[in-house]
Nanobody
Framework: VQLQASGGGLVQAGGSLRLSCAAS????????LGWFRQSPGKEREFVAA????????YYTDSVRGRFTISRDNAKRTVYLQMDRLEPEDTAVYYC???????????????????WGQGTQVTVSS
């Protein structure tokens, strides 16, 4: 599976962005999908994940209520709608896919099999 993330950019605090991650090579219906982010000097951190069925979503506490993850298996795409952005959200955002991830491991980067190249999100104050 090849993943291509897009939609990043520069936005003022309080604004919104929608990230997309398009998959090629095979269907994504059998994969849990996640978004992670990494700032300079920091480790890659979990942002959000969505189960294979699309029925369950998971968020890190700092984005819950502001970000929404969704997926469209027919379009082979996962989205991250980011609202009420804060300067602390500035990072490179990565999408990831994993075939066999138990719920308790959705936040672990090592649980994912495939990664996109990242898209920069910059939030100005």
């Amino acid at each position: 599976v090849q993943l291509q993330a897009s939609g990043g950019g520069l936005v003022q605090a309080g604004g919104s962005l929608r990230l997309s991650c398009a998959a090629s090579g095979r269907t994504i219906s059998g994969y849990a999908l996640g978004w992670f982010r990494q700032s300079p000097g920091k480790e890659r951190e979990f942002v959000a994940a969505i189960a294979r069925s699309g029925g369950a979503t998971y968020y890190t506490d700092s984005v819950r209520g502001r970000f929404t993850i969704s997926r469209d298996n027919a379009k082979r795409t996962v989205y991250l709608q980011m609202d009420r952005l804060e300067p602390e959200d500035t990072a490179v955002y990565y999408c990831a896919a994993g075939a066999r991830i138990i719920t308790s491991s959705l936040g672990a980067p090592t649980a994912y099999d495939y990664w996109g190249q990242g898209t920069q999100v910059t939030v100005s104050s």
